[in-house]
């Protein structure tokens, strides 16, 4: 079987016997959960790019999710990169120079407050998808980035990873990057991408991100697996929970009888799994939740 297969079949069996046993006992009741929330000792906040929106940063799926007539999910692969280098890094300089001049909002913040407040009483991890190094920025301190972060950069000869904040990352990327659909095609030549400093490499650099297909790093997904696995209280926060294997986190979480609250302005297909449903902005929501 292959693993998509795995993974269908796991979620689908997970799906229907615990939206059985949820459907009936959903609760958008913020005093009971705050309770829940006051006597765990193991917590995790896994958040999707829902929770940087206010902060500027377009999602992927819905309106923003359009970079000149490409949807953002078809660039981010193996196979865009290696068709057309050139515009797989203009759409990734213009999403480190967004990211960069973004400010992390009041969700992000109330997250990394809640952890300061509780550094001695509970343990708690913020398992994000998002690459955009927000929740680093707002003070999260136990932080896995799951899908990479848009100021690495891996080497496709060597697989050095390195930090990189420049801006632009190269010469021939100033100025490129314009999501605006009149914009046609994209022919910096490879040679003046980003490459290998290394002067026994020279490779062509790439950004340090998993894309569709790829697997998560092991390290990663193992620290993400354990959080998961330890957690009495999960919160999940603006992700549309579709993107394996981070959707079946919570849903397998509140199925070993963890409590699993989602914070979303709309449900999405993992919502019935869940044992608390809080609608609306998490930049406004979060804060009610985490400050006492
Ligand atoms: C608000 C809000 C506000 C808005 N307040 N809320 C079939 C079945 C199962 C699995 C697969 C399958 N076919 C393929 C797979 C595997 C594939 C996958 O999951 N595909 C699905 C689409 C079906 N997964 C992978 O390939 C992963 N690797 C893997 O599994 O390796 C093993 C393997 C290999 C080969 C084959 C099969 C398995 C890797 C996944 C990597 C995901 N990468 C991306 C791009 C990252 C790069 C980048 O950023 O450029 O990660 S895709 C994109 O989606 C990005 C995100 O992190 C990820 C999740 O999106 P997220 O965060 O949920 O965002 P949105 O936009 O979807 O949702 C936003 C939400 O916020 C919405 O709900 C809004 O309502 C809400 N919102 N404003 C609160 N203010
Ligand atoms: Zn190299």
């Known amino acids: 079987m292959s693993l998509c297969m795995f993974y269908r079949n796991l979620n689908n069996n997970l799906l229907s016997k615990v939206s059985t046993i949820m459907a009936k006992r959903q609760s958008s009741d913020m005093t009971t959960f705050k309770e ?3 006597s765990a000792k193991n917590v995790v906040i896994l958040s999707g790019a829902g929770i940087s929106a206010e902060s500027g940063i377009p999602t992927f799926r819905g309106a923003g999710g359009l970079w000149r007539k490409y949807q953002a999910t078809a660039l981010a692969t193996p196979g865009a990169f290696r068709e057309n ?7 990734y300089h213009y999403r480190r120079e967004v990211a960069a001049k973004a400010q992390p909002n009041t969700g992000h913040l109330a997250i990394a407050k809640y952890e300061e407040k509780h550094a001695t009483d509970k343990n708690i991890t913020v398992i994000t998808q998002n690459v955009d190094g927000l929740h680093a920025r707002a003070g999260s301190k136990s932080l896995v980035e799951l899908h990479g972060n848009l100021y690495k950069t891996r080497c496709t000869k060597c697989k050095e990873v390195l930090v990189n904040t420049d801006s632009p990352i190269c010469e021939a990327l100033a100025g490129k990057g314009a999501p605006d659909s009149a914009q046609i095609g994209s022919d910096i030549p490879v040679k003046s991408l980003p490459h290998c400093q290394k002067a026994s490499c020279g490779g062509l650099l790439r950004p340090h991100i998993v894309w569709f297909g790829e697997g998560l790093e092991p390290e990663v997904l193992n620290k993400a697996e354990a959080a998961m696995s330890a957690c ?15 959707a079946m ?10 409590t699993v609250a989602e914070f979303n302005i709309e449900p999405t297909p993992a919502t019935p799994e869940f044992h608390y449903y809080f609608e609306g902005p998490c930049g406004t929501v979060l804060p009610l939740v985490l400050s006492d």
Do not use: K
């Open 232 to 246: 009495d209280v999960c919160l999940v926060v603006g992700t549309s929970s579709v993107v394996y294997p981070a």
């Open 36 to 38: 829940v929330l006051r």
């Open 85 to 91: 280098p050139s515009l797989v890094w203009e759409f």
């Open 249 to 258: 986190f919570a849903p397998q979480a509140a199925a070993r009888g963890a």
